[in-house]
Nanobody, 125 residues
Framework: QLQLVESGGDLVQPGGSLRLSCAAS????????IGWFRQSPGKGREGVSC????????NYVDSMRGRFTITRDSAKKTVYLRMNSLKPEDTAVYYC??????????????????WGQGTQVTVSS
């Protein structure tokens, strides 16, 4: 059973930055697409970004493109989400998820099979 553990959530002021981490208990990330999602109170879970398994191609939601960057460290089996210029509306629980997929990645939460427990990001002055 693949396990994912997120970390890095915190309280940050508007305009600040955070880096979230998603550590995976797999032999290799090459066979999995990893996605970042978020959910705020009263809203559904929405896609943020994803990275493919084999070639490392990435996707972003348009509203976060340029502010958020997804990367991975294959040796550490960890995927990161760097978030800059944070806004109060970025406040949410952030989750990472995995799906066995080699090429490409989806930002639809319904296709992902494995989920972490989430990490809270609060943007407030």
């Amino acid at each position: 059973q693949l396990q994912l553990v997120e970390s890095g959530g915190d309280l940050v002021q508007p305009g600040g930055s955070l880096r979230l981490s998603c550590a995976a208990s797999v032999f290799t990330l090459d066979n999995y697409a990893i996605g970042w999602f978020r959910q705020s109170p009263g809203k559904g879970r929405e896609g943020v970004s994803c990275i493919s398994g084999r070639d490392g191609s990435t996707n972003y939601v348009d509203s976060m493109r340029g502010r958020f960057t997804i990367t991975r460290d294959s040796a550490k089996k960890t995927v990161y989400l760097r978030m800059n210029s944070l806004k109060p509306e970025d406040t949410a629980v952030y989750y990472c998820a995995a799906r066995r997929q080699i090429l490409g990645c989806s930002m639809s939460p319904v296709v992902y099979d494995y989920w972490g427990q989430g990490t809270q990001v609060t943007v407030s002055s």
